[in-house]
């Protein structure tokens, strides 16, 4: 059978204020095309649809378009929640999931088989997929406790509930002719960053070992980290990254998506696309001189620009003339760490306004036109 495996689609992201939607459009139109012209037998979307919990009506109506119009190249669709998407509001969208023929996972259910998808290619291949959406470290205990663990079992570490959450959703995993698989949102040891994810659910207590997917499992389908990549276990387990990137920190990375090809006799082999439709990401630093021979070679490349300037008033806007597409700019740490460093200015007894000259003078923002709007600010709202 042939797999198509994405995942960190997050739709809705605004990068530094700037809205993504028609970015994210061509960039799912591309994945579509290669689900049209690769026709896979089941595509996974692994988490991270969207970027937010409450995601704006563009995005869902992108979302909810774009699973449609990979079920209608043929392929079963089966799509688990990551971190960033409320599992309640895709529980939601469940009666349009089903009539659209898409399985759709939000949350946890009460029983195990409801997270197992069984069927058979059209030539014959009988598969079956479990289907495990994110878990929080709370939500992992109510899970483990909804799947009969014992209370001293639930008040082990995330990786322990995880690993028997696992265990009791893989039993029917044996030799029994069908291509075992498990689709999930998570962090497992080993795994690389890619450099834009949420810290708070990649930290060390969200990790679990790879050793928690048996070696029965043809193939293990995730999400979560943007990076595309294997992570080396008892089976096969791939993250397909995001397909466009997400935010900076990501430039290294190279979106795609990844065709797999298994049988229940056959290794998992897979095969990065490349998904080249979003924009590249770039970290430029210089002087505002050094900035400038950049203006005609940034392309469509959005920008974060550290600048090797003393901070003053306008700076941002003379860069930004510069480079239109920087989205951010900063004055550039090491620039700053090399100035000398200045005694602090003395506090008692000082005027607002001397107080806040002091304040620029250790910043190092020596501007005159600062200090006098300052100066206009405090007088209206005194």
């Given at each position: 059978m042939r797999i198509l495996h994405t995942a960190d689609w997050h739709v809705g992201k605004v990068l530094k204020g700037r809205g993504r939607i028609e970015e994210h459009a061509r960039v799912l139109r591309e994945v579509i095309d290669v689900a049209e012209r690769e026709q896979p037998d089941l595509v996974i979307v692994a988490g991270d649809l969207y970027d937010t919990a409450a995601p704006p009506v563009d995005a869902t109506r992108l979302v909810t378009r774009a699973l449609s119009a990979l079920r209608n190249t043929g392929a079963e669709v089966v799509v688990v929640t990551g971190n960033h998407d409320n599992g309640a509001h895709l529980e939601a969208l469940r009666p349009w999931a089903e009539a659209a023929g898409i399985r759709l996972f939000g949350q946890v259910a009460t029983r195990p088989e409801l997270h197992?998808?069984?069927?058979?290619?059209?030539?014959?291949?009988?598969?079956?997929?479990?289907?495990?959406?994110?878990?929080?470290?709370?939500?992992?205990?109510?899970?483990?406790?909804?799947?009969?663990?014992?209370?001293?079992?639930?008040?082990?570490?995330?990786?322990?509930?995880?690993?028997?959450?696992?265990?009791?959703?893989?039993?029917?995993?044996?030799g029994s002719?069908?291509?075992?698989?498990?689709?999930?949102?998570?962090?497992?040891?080993?795994?690389?960053?890619?450099?834009?994810?949420?810290?708070?659910?990649?930290?060390?207590?969200?990790?679990?070992?790879?050793?928690?997917?048996?070696?029965?499992?043809?193939?293990?389908?995730?999400?979560?980290?943007?990076?595309?990549?294997?992570?080396?276990?008892?089976?096969?387990?791939?993250?397909?990254?995001?397909?466009?990137?997400?935010?900076?920190?990501?430039?290294?990375?190279?979106?795609?998506?990844?065709?797999?090809?298994?049988a229940a006799d056959t290794p998992a082999r897979v095969t990065p696309v490349p998904i080249t439709s979003g924009r590249t990401l770039r970290t430029v630093r210089g002087t505002l001189a050094e900035l400038a021979e950049l203006a005609t070679g940034d392309g469509e490349a959005w920008l974060r620009v550290f600048v090797s300037e003393r901070p003053r008033a306008g700076l941002r806007e003379e860069v930004q003339e510069l480079l239109p597409h920087a989205l951010e700019v900063r004055i550039d740490p090491e620039f700053a760490a090399a100035g000398e460093e200045q005694p602090r200015a003395v506090r008692t007894g000082r005027s607002p306004q001397q107080l806040f000259a002091a304040y620029l003078e250790e910043r190092g923002h020596d501007d005159s036109a600062v200090e006098d709007l300052f100066a206009q600010l405090y007088d209206d709202v005194s």
């Open positions: 197992l998808v069984e069927a058979a290619t059209s030539t014959g291949e009988r598969w079956q997929l479990v289907a495990l959406p994110f878990l929080s470290q709370r939500h992992a205990v109510r899970a483990a406790e909804m799947f009969d663990l014992t209370t001293t079992e639930a008040t082990q570490t995330y990786a322990d509930w995880v690993r028997r959450l696992v265990a009791r959703l893989t039993e029917s995993f044996d002719g069908m291509v075992n698989l498990v689709a999930s949102h998570l962090t497992v040891a080993g795994g690389v960053l890619g450099g834009g994810e949420r810290d708070a659910h990649t930290i060390f207590p969200y990790h679990v070992p790879a050793s928690v997917f048996p070696g029965s499992c043809h193939y293990v389908a995730l999400g979560h980290l943007h990076r595309q990549q294997e992570v080396t276990g008892a089976c096969p387990i791939r993250y397909s990254g995001s397909p466009l990137l997400v935010d900076f920190g990501e430039e290294a990375n190279q979106p795609a998506v990844l065709l797999v090809d298994v």
